[in-house]
C-alpha cells in the first residue's frame, strides 16, 4: 500500500518584533479624557527638557525607567528654581510619579527602585484663592449680548452660559453632553466628571428656558448637545472642546464689555453661591464632582468676607483734603 506523502510544512511564521513599550505613551493612553492627556504630556514634556537640556524635547523615548532617588529629587529642586509655583510644581511630581509606575508595571524597574524614586513630597504651601467672582451684573450683560446675535451660535451661546452659571460644571464636562443627558423635565443633567463619573446636576428654570431655544434651533436628533457651528451658521455634529468653550466665553464677556473670566470662575461662582446660601459642604462637593470635600472648601467665601467686616470696624480719621 503506498501512503501518500505529507505536505511540506509551511514556512515559520514569526511575529513581527514590537517596538520596547514606552511608560509616557502607556500613561498618556490610560488618562480618561484628551484635557487630562494634554495636561499631563505638557508636564512630561517639560520635566523631560530639565533632564536632557534640550528646549525641543518631549517624553517620548526617554529612559524613564533608569532615573533613581537622586535624580527624582534633583528634578524636584530644579522645578522650583525655575520659579514654579509649589502648586505647579506638586502637579509636574504627580506626572512624574505615575510615569515611573508605568516604568515598574511594564516591567522595565524593580519594585524598590519604582518606591524610592517616586518618594516625592509635594510642596505644602497656601495661596489665596485664584479666580475671579461673576457677579450677576456682569452675568445678565453676557447674556443680553447672546440675546442680540441673531445667529445659531447667539442661542446655543446664551445655553452654554446659563448651564455653566447654574451646574458649576467644568467646561470639558460641558463640552462631552450630549442629548441623552438632558432631562428637562427634571430639569437635570447627567454629567461625567474626572475618572468617568457620573454625577447629576440641575439647572435654574431661566438655563432650562434658554437650552430649549437653542435645541428649537439644534433640533432633537441624538448626539452632542452643543456643537460647533462654522462662519455659514451651519451645525456640525461633533462634540466642541474644552478649549472652545473658554473661548466662547472669553469672547462674549468681552462683546458685553465685562472683563475676562474664565469658565472655572463659574465653576468658583456656583461654589460660593451655595455656600453663602447656606448649602451644607457635603451636598456642594456633590453637585461638583469634587473627590474632597477639602476641595470644595477652598471656594468658600465667607471667611473672606469676615475678615473684611472685622477690618471695616476699625476707625481712622479721614485725610484732610483742604491742604
Not at 470635600?293 to 469676615?306: C, K, L, N, Q, V
Request: glycine fraction near 8%; aromatic fraction near 4%.
Amino acid at each position: 500500500m503506498n501512503v501518500p506523502a505529507m505536505p511540506p510544512a509551511p514556512p515559520e511564521r514569526k511575529l513581527p518584533e514590537q517596538a520596547a513599550p514606552d511608560p509616557y505613551h502607556v500613561y498618556l493612553d490610560g488618562l480618561p479624557s484628551s484635557e487630562s492627556r494634554r495636561t499631563m504630556r505638557g508636564c512630561l514634556d517639560r520635566i523631560a527638557r530639565l533632564i536632557t537640556g534640550d528646549p525641543q524635547a518631549t517624553g517620548a523615548g526617554q529612559p524613564w525607567e533608569l532615573l533613581r532617588y537622586e535624580h527624582t529629587v534633583k528634578l524636584r529642586t530644579l522645578m522650583r528654581e525655575q520659579g514654579w509655583s509649589p502648586a505647579h510644581v506638586n502637579k509636574h511630581l504627580v506626572a512624574l510619579r505615575r510615569v515611573l509606575k508605568e516604568a515598574w508595571r511594564l516591567g522595565l524597574m524593580s519594585g524598590e527602585d519604582y518606591q524610592r524614586a517616586a518618594d516625592l513630597p509635594a510642596y505644602a504651601h497656601t495661596r489665596v484663592p485664584a479666580g475671579r467672582h461673576v457677579q450677576a451684573e456682569i452675568l445678565t450683560a453676557t447674556l443680553a449680548a447672546c440675546d442680540e446675535d441673531p445667529s445659531p451660535a447667539g442661542r446655543r451661546d446664551g445655553a452654554m452660559l446659563a448651564a455653566l452659571y447654574s451646574t458649576g460644571c467644568r467646561r470639558a464636562e460641558i463640552a462631552g453632553l450630549t442629548l441623552a443627558d438632558l432631562d428637562l423635565d427634571a430639569r437635570s443633567l447627567r454629567v461625567r466628571g474626572k475618572g468617568d463619573k457620573e454625577r447629576l446636576v440641575y439647572l435654574t428654570a431661566e438655563a432650562v428656558e434658554r437650552l430649549e431655544l437653542w435645541l428649537d434651533v439644534r433640533g432633537r436628533s441624538s448626539g452632542p448637545l452643543f456643537c460647533p457651528i462654522n462662519k455659514a451658521g451651519r451645525l456640525r455634529p461633533a462634540h466642541m472642546t474644552g478649549q472652545a468653550v473658554a473661548d466662547i466665553v472669553s469672547r462674549r464677556l468681552a462683546s458685553a464689555g465685562a472683563s475676562k473670566r474664565t469658565p472655572h470662575d463659574f465653576r468658583r461662582t456656583f461654589i460660593g453661591e451655595l455656600l453663602d446660601a447656606g448649602v451644607d459642604l457635603a451636598t456642594a462637593q456633590a453637585l461638583v464632582g469634587h473627590a474632597s470635600p477639602a476641595t470644595t472648601a477652598r471656594y468658600d467665601r465667607r471667611p473672606e468676607r469676615r475678615r473684611r467686616e472685622a477690618v471695616d470696624r476699625l476707625n481712622i480719621p479721614p485725610a484732610d483734603r483742604s491742604r
